[in-house]
């Protein structure tokens, strides 16, 4: 199974010079270095999805950071599934935390977005993690987000979605002390596998790929995916760099 390389580059690169800068860094960075059992996955805001085509490979892929549920029609400021298929993406972060903290998204409209984005061919990347006030019971947290967010959808589709766990107290935190143990991390990665077995039993569970998020970078990456289960890594600050962000990618891709 190849592992997964997903970059989140959130609201960042303002004008057509800087994503341009970041392209140019990107190709740089790349060249020479072949990527041979992983995939990347870049995730622009929506506007630079068009743009960020030049950078697809056979093994580097596009996703948008959110869309909405409908196809089309009178939804002010909204982006469709179609859209961003459209513009060249296969992948969608949905649940972000960030959504789910600014604008006040829940279980149920992630559900609806998950659905959508499966009808229309992207792979969702669920986003699943206790925040700080739920580290006590974390479990529960994870669990009640995985029932909501997958609520109804079709064991056939089930394999389509990749699931971060990405503990809400970990993401940019620059702060090693603020990351999870690799055992922390396994223990979290065997909770969503159990949930998907008793879900969808051992088969599509094995074929689900499971990743991790949370202040990755070139340092820790070795030791936040020691467990040999875990897929990949979902990764935002780094991602702003080519030179971090590929140095990654080369080390997931040698282990
Ligand atoms: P971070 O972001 O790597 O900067 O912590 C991860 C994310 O929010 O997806």
Known sequence: MNKLIIGNLKMNLLSALERDRYFNNFKQEAAGKRIKNAKIVICPPAVHLEAFQELKRKNVFLGAQNIFWERSGSF????????????????????????????????????????????????????VGENEEQKENGILAIVEQLDGCLRKISRVKIEDIIICYEPVWAISSNNPDHLPTTNEIMSARLLIKKFLVEKYGVKIAEKTNIIYGGSVDAKNVGEVCLDP???????????LTPYEFIKIAKIIDQN
């Open 229 to 239: 289960g875990m897929d990949g890594v979902l990764v935002g600050k780094e991602s």
């Open 76 to 127: 002010t400021g909204e982006v469709s599934p179609g859209m961003v298929k459209n513009l060249g993406a296969d992948f969608v972060i949905l649940g972000h935390s960030e959504r789910r903290r600014y604008f006040c998204e829940n279980n149920q409209e992630i559900n609806l977005k998950i659905g959508a984005a499966l009808k229309n061919g992207l792979k969702p990347i669920l986003c």
